[in-house]
């Protein structure tokens, strides 16, 4: 077999008129700038209300027309690869968005129904209002879905640990010489002749089954102890302030690396750390549900019992590895990063809740519930957060993008996940050794982790222009 050229028969036609765009964006895009700055902006004549169109206002047009094209021929891509039958012909990008065929399906579905029912949705509903956050969200939904699908099975193309003799370091599109595999290596394979690609797809899933849960975590430790800090005050709200203060005045970065040092692991630290702070979302349930539902004892007792025995199950195979029942077991490695992310955020994520709930409980709707004798926790958890949500929310979607950071640099730097751990911090570091010769098994990863990381940004820029105009 040949090796695959990137865009297969699709070339001849889409890149002339991708270079074409490109050109015409970048240039539109700088006479925007340099015309906005040296150029007056024209005033309303006669009885015209608004100004007529500037130079700098053409040129704006023309940058969105070009950066459409570029869109537009980038989808052009992707379907053409999808359509075509013929491997040479999709190429690599054609290939690739094959493999990628039911992310894009489940994005589709995904964007469809949320946009015909985004009036029904809340804030989610109206993300759809915001270009910047429907672009952070697909981006963010691709890779969810792409770790998702990944860990199936039903995108990768080989086993992530797999080495293949002769494809060490191979360029993207190479052809396998093994029978019974896929037959390329579509974005080349690294310095120990494993697919690049598939590698890629499976560090997703890394970062995602880690870094929301780990933050959902730190969030309800923040909520439990900033809510009651801000709401009593008094000692309470200085004993818990020093603490916070105490753990924030170390280097983050510095206090995640002792966190998941060896010779800290050995100590057994994590472990207690994480008896400690998993009980928090237990404790948070409890006191969510008994404070909503105090005077309807039957539903409140169906609640709480759920809720103790599904969390202590959960509390017991995470934090102790001692499942009953043998499902639930966390592996060493994971646990000690999930614990790290957990105790970094937790104190930031006080200081958040309490300096909101602090505003909010001098409102007039607080001091009405008082009024009516509803208790201490069901105005905390019914009455000021909820209306604290905006702001916390979008912290939440940023510092998911920190912890994704954060994980990324841990392994680089051969810390927390086990060595041979797909993840992509891990990945760019292998990658990097021969960066000067080999480009492509560090840029994949790289680039997968720039563009998670921006999704979230957007995404949380667009809560953030939604959440203003409750």
Known sequence: ME???????????????????????????????????????????????????????????????????????????????????????????GLVSTRLLPVWIALTVLFAVSITFKRRLGLYGKLFDSTIGMIGFALVMFWVFAGVFGAMDLIVTHDPLAQISGMKNEPPGTPVTQDGVYPYYLLGGDNLARDVFTRMIVGAWEVIKIAPFATLFAFMVGITLGLPAAYYGGRLDVFLSFLANLILAFPVILLFYLLVTPEIVATGIP?????????????????????RFFTQPGKRNL?????????????????????????????????????????????????????????IKTRDYVAAAQTRGEGPWYIMLWEILPNARGPLIVDFCLRIGYTTILLGTLGFFGLGLSPESPDWGSTINEGRKLLSIYLHPALPPAFALLSLVLGLNLLADGLREESLKD
């Open 3 to 93: 090796p695959l050229t990137w865009t297969g028969a699709l070339g001849g036609v889409l890149n002339p008129a991708l270079a074409l765009a490109c050109a015409a964006f970048a240039v539109t895009a700088v006479a925007q700038i340099v015309l906005s700055l040296v150029v007056t902006q024209p005033m309303p004549q006669g009885n015209e209300l608004v100004a007529p169109p500037s130079l700098a206002d053409h040129a704006g047009t023309a940058a969105r027309w070009s950066f459409g094209a570029i869109v537009l021929i980038v989808l052009a891509y992707a379907v053409g690869g999808i359509v075509l039958p013929d491997p040479q012909a999709k190429g690599i990008v």
């Open 271 to 291: 472990v207690y750390m994480a008896a400690v702070l998993f009980i928090f979302p237990i404790v948070f349930l409890v006191i969510l549900f008994n404070s």
């Open 303 to 359: 609640y709480l019992g759920v809720t103790l025995v599904v969390g202590l199950w959960l509390y017991l195979g995470i934090a102790w590895n001692a499942d009953p029942l043998g499902i639930i077991a966390f592996p060493p490695n994971l646990l000690v990063v999930f614990v790290s992310v957990v105790f970094v955020n937790s104190p930031t994520v006080f200081r958040i809740v309490r300096g909101i709930a602090m505003d």
